[in-house]
């Protein structure tokens, strides 16, 4: 890799091949769209996209703030390197674009990332691997229990302890002593009805 780098430094590239795409095809984009100076001190412009991108919907504009590297699509300000309305605004006012891409994106500071060289790894069969002392054993207390309910992690308060159950209650009139099944009035009314 260090070497493709060089290759490219020695060719007259500066910049990365990605950022060098990009750039082209920001270029082709920029020339369908118009710009309107706002400040040229300030270097703030406007950008209207003449070329809309759906039919019926008027085309978009965006403000470009080259003093703070910013642009209304955020493009610029997110990747550091300018984005196809950055390149309208320059070509409007005769800047040189190239300016504005972030040095991380040379081919200079790329090379110093493979400078050094990485040593050869050998091969996994020869590696020195030390015996361990020691047996590991799994936690069971751990390990999920499939079986049954699952059991609630909620943290209970005093909101939720329930009084004192005094036993069965009857499902249909809530009288302590027996259940639902049991019920004497329920069967009492049942035997009426039939």
Known sequence: MGQQQVNQIEAGYVFVEDVRDAMVANRRMARSMN????SQRHETFRVIETISRRPGIPPRSYGVDLRNRRCDCR??????YPCAHVVAACAKVNLNVEQFVDDVYTLERTLLVWENEFPVLPDLST???PPTTFELV???GLRKNPRG???SSKIRNEMDIREKFDGKRCGFYRLAGHNRSKCLQRNYHIGQSS
């Open 149 to 151: 309910r699952p059991q």
């Open 127 to 129: 590696w020195e691997v």
């Open 35 to 38: 710009v309107e100076i706002y």
């Open 138 to 140: 799994p936690d069971r």
């Open 75 to 80: 493009r610029f300000q997110t990747l550091h």
